[in-house]
C-alpha cells in the first residue's frame, strides 16, 4: 500500500503553497460562470487555475507539456487532487474552458487580488514605497505577416487638463488664448476614413496576433511584442499589472496603474520609476498626490559639442532665461505643446564666442523651452539628491528588476504561448 502524500518531500514548494493558501475562495468566483443544470459535470474549476498555477510556477511553456508533467509528477498530482491512477485532464480543457468561460470575465484579476490581500493581511507587504517599471514580452506572431493600417493620433489623456494650463499661462503672460486649442483632446484611435497626414499614422498590425504592437527600442530587435506595466512593494509582491501592445510608450500606461495602486495603497510614500516615466505630466502627478518620485539622472538630449539645457538658467522672479554668456532670453509665447519659449535678441547673439556652442539659427536666436510643469521636474531633481531619494532608486534593481527577471527566467514569460 502506497499514499501519495508520503511520497511528496515534506519542504517541497507545492505543500508551502496548498498551506499558505486555500483555493476554495475559487468556487464562490465562478459560480456565475457555470450552470447548475445543465450538461454534464466539469472539470473542477479549481484543478483548472490549479494547473495554470503550476505551469507558470515550474516555468513550462506549453499546456501540453504541462499536461505531460503532470501525467508523471507525484507533486502536481498530489497538489491538484489526483491520486496515481487517475487521469488527468486533457491539454485543450483548459484552452477551451478560457475561450468559452473566463476571457470575458475579471476571474484571475479577482484571484489575483484574494492572494495579494492574503499577504497583505500576513504582514508580508510593503508598500510604503512602490517601484513601476515595464518589460517586454515577445508575441507569438511572425514579423514579416502583418498589413499597414492608417489609425488617428490618439490625443494625450491629460490633455484638457494639459490645455487649461496653456491658456492660463497665455493669460497671464498677455497673450491671446490659442484658437481651437480645446477641440484637440477630442480625438480618438478608430481608424479615418479620411484625413490629413497631420492627424494620422500609418502603423504596422500583425495579422498572427492582431493585439499584440511592433516593438522597437535602442539595439533591440523589431518584433510584435506586450508590454506589461507592473507595480511591486519593497518585498517584491506584485501590487498590479497592466497589459498593453508593445508600441505603447512606458509613460502612457503609467496613470492607470499608479491610480489604481495608490487607491489599494494608499500609505505609499516613494515612487521608485526609470527616466521612461520622468516626464512633466507624470512628476506633476505624483507630486499632487502627496507622494514623491524617485528618480534617475536623464542625460540631456542635446547636440555633442552644445551646451547642455542646464547651461541656461530660469530666473523665476523676472520671468527671463540666462544663458552662458549671461545675456537674457525674453519670453515669448506658450506653444499648444505647454511649452513657454524664451528668444534671444539677435544682437547678442550675431557677435557672440559662444554662438557655435549655442545655436545654428540662421537668424542668430536661440530658443530655450521651459514647460509650464516644469517646477515638478526640478521638485524631482531635489528629491533625486537626498538620502531618501537616492536610497529608494537604488532598491530598483533589487524589485521591480528581480520581478521581470524571475519571471522570464523561471516562469516561462520571456514569450506568450
Known sequence: ????????????????????????????????????????????????????????????????????????????????????????PHFSTFGKNYSRRFADSNIFEKIFE?????????????????????????????????????????????????????????QKHGKKPLKDIDN?????????SGGSSSDVKNIKKSTTDPECGLFHKGEHKVQFAYTAHTACDKHNFILDVNVAPGNVHDSVMFDELYNHVIAKFPETKMVGIDSGYKTPWIMKQIFDSGRLPATPYKRPMTKSGFFKKYDYVYDNYYDQVICPNNKLLTYSTTNRDGYREYKSNHRDCKNCP????????????????????????????????????????????E?????????KEKHAMRYTV
Not at 499577504?119 to 508580508?124: D, E, L, S
Open 184 to 192: 484637440d483632446n477630442t480625438q480618438d484611435n478608430t481608424p479615418p
Open 114 to 170: 484574494h492572494i495579494l490581500a492574503e499577504a497583505v493581511n500576513a504582514g508580508f507587504v510593503d508598500a510604503s514605497a512602490i517601484f513601476i517599471d515595464a518589460t517586454h514580452i515577445k508575441a507569438s506572431a511572425n514579423n514579416k505577416k502583418y498589413v499597414n493600417e492608417l489609425v488617428k493620433i490618439e490625443a494625450k489623456h491629460y490633455q484638457k487638463e494639459l490645455n487649461e494650463e496653456i491658456q492660463l499661462d497665455r
Open 1 to 88: 500500500m502506497v499514499c501519495i502524500d508520503d511520497l511528496v518531500p515534506k519542504d517541497h514548494i507545492l505543500r508551502d503553497i496548498d498551506r499558505a493558501i486555500d483555493f476554495s475562495f475559487i468556487y464562490d468566483e465562478v459560480k456565475d460562470l457555470y450552470c447548475e443544470n445543465t450538461g454534464r459535470p466539469s472539470i473542477d474549476p479549481v484543478v483548472l487555475f490549479k494547473i495554470v498555477l503550476i505551469q507558470y510556477t515550474f516555468g513550462i511553456r506549453s499546456m501540453r507539456q504541462t499536461i505531460k508533467d503532470i501525467e508523471v509528477n507525484v507533486a502536481y498530482r498530489w497538489f491538484l487532487g489526483y491520486d496515481l491512477l487517475e487521469p488527468v
Open 399 to 407: 524589485t521591480i528588476e528581480r520581478v521581470f527577471a524571475d519571471a
Open 354 to 397: 559662444c554662438r557655435n556652442q549655442c545655436t545654428e539659427s540662421k537668424a542668430y536666436k536661440k530658443v530655450v523651452t521651459r514647460h509650464v510643469w516644469e517646477e515638478y521636474m526640478e521638485l524631482s531633481e531635489d528629491v533625486r539628491h537626498s538620502p531618501l531619494g537616492k536610497e529608494t532608486y537604488k532598491l530598483r534593481c
